[in-house]
C-alpha cells in the first residue's frame, strides 16, 4: 500500500494553525534516497518575500503571480527530472478554488493533484496558533472554518487522491 503521497502536485488543505508547513517541511525532508525531493510553494513564504512579512496580506495577484511563476518553474525541473514535485502550502479552504487551482495546474502540465487534508478540529488549531510566534486573527480562523466546514475536500474536485490527517476517528 502506498504510505504517502506521490502525486506531482499536492495541495495542501488546513485552516491557519492546522500543521501545513510543519508537514510540509517533514515531507520535503523524507523523500526516498535516490530520488529528487519535492519543492514547497508556500504563499505564506512568497507574501514574505514580497512584502518582508508573512503575515501582510498584500495584493492576492501580486501573490498569485508568483505561485503561478514558481509552479511553472516546478513543471519545468520535473519534466527534467530535477524534481518529483510541489507541494503548494496554502489553506486553500474553499472548494471552488480548490477546483480552478487544479484546472490551472494541469494546464501548467502536472497530470496528478493529490491533497493533504488538515482535518483538526478548530479547538485544536486556535490553540496551535496562540502557541506560536506569528498569529493569524481568531476572526480570520472562525471565517475559514466556515468556509471548510460547508466544502469538504472531495475527489469530485479533481484530485486523483485525498490523505486526511488528523485525530484517529473510531471506527
Ligand atoms: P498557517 O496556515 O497559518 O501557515 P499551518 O497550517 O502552516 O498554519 P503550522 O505553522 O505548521 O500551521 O503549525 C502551527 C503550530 O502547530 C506550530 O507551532 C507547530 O509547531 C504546531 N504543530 C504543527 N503540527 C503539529 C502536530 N502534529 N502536533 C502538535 N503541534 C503541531
Ligand atoms: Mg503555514
New binding site residues.
Given amino acids: 500500500m502506498q504510505q504517502q503521497p506521490n502525486s506531482s502536485l499536492i495541495v ?1 488543505i ?11 517541511a517533514q515531507f520535503g525532508m523524507n523523500c526516498p534516497e535516490g530520488r529528487p525531493g519535492y519543492r514547497t510553494v508556500s504563499t ?1 513564504q512568497i507574501r514574505a518575500d514580497l512584502y518582508g512579512d ?1 503575515a501582510i496580506q498584500g495584493s492576492w495577484g501580486q501573490v498569485w503571480a508568483r505561485v503561478i511563476d514558481q509552479l511553472r518553474q516546478g513543471a519545468a525541473d520535473i519534466h527534467r527530472g530535477d524534481l518529483t514535485g510541489v507541494v503548494y ?3 486553500n479552504v474553499r472548494r471552488r478554488d480548490r477546483r480552478r487551482f487544479i484546472q490551472t495546474v494541469h494546464a501548467l502540465g502536472y497530470p496528478t493533484v493529490a491533497a493533504v487534508w ?1 482535518d483538526f478540529p478548530l479547538s485544536c ?1 486556535l490553540e ?2 496562540r ?2 510566534s ?1 498569529q ?1 486573527p481568531e476572526a480570520v480562523i472562525l471565517k475559514m472554518h466556515r468556509q471548510l466546514v460547508a466544502t469538504q475536500p472531495s475527489l469530485s474536485e479533481g484530485f486523483e487522491q485525498i490523505w486526511r490527517m488528523g485525530p484517529a476517528r473510531l471506527p
Fill in positions: 495542501l488546513g485552516l491557519p494553525g492546522s500543521g501545513k508547513s510543519t508537514w510540509a505564506d508573512a502550502d496554502a489553506t488538515f488549531c496551535r496558533n502557541a506560536r506569528r493569524v
